[in-house]
């Protein structure tokens, strides 16, 4: 079974950081894309950030240079680094993955966490 485990999410103050963290369980981590995405009341869940299976990075453009993706491939987690939260209201923001199961079958498919609440308010 594949399982994401979102943690770090919370209320932070306008111009503050938060770290989201996100460990994976039952996929091929290493040749997975990982990525964060969230979704505010009302409205439909939108990309945020992506790492490849080359470590490459994209990122929505309204948290360029403000939010950073990171993996390690040993410990199966992916990180959010959210710096400058200002614009940002609040927001579920959920880890996905797109990748294979680590047992057999080792179906293709995506995944997505339970998601992390992030407020941003003074």
């Known amino acids: 079974q594949v399982k994401l485990v979102e943690s770090g999410g919370g209320l932070v103050q306008p111009g503050g950081s938060l770290n989201l963290s996100c460990a994976a369980y039952?996929?091929?981590?290493?040749?997975?894309?990982m990525g964060w995405y969230r979704q505010a009341p009302g409205k439909q869940r939108e990309f945020v950030a992506s790492?490849?299976?080359?470590?490459?990075?994209n990122y929505a453009d309204p948290v360029k240079g403000r939010f950073t993706i990171s993996r390690d491939n040993v410990r199966n987690r992916v990180w959010l680094q959210m710096i400058g939260l200002n614009s940002e209201g609040p927001a579920v923001y959920y880890c996905?993955?797109?990748?294979?199961?680590?047992?057999?079958?080792?179906?293709?498919?995506?995944?997505w966490g339970q998601g992390t609440q992030v407020t941003v308010s003074s």
């Open positions: 996905s993955a797109a990748g294979h199961r680590a047992v057999l079958p080792r179906n293709w498919s995506s995944y």
């Open positions: 039952g996929i091929i981590f290493s040749s997975s894309v």
């Open positions: 790492s490849g299976t080359d470590e490459s990075t």
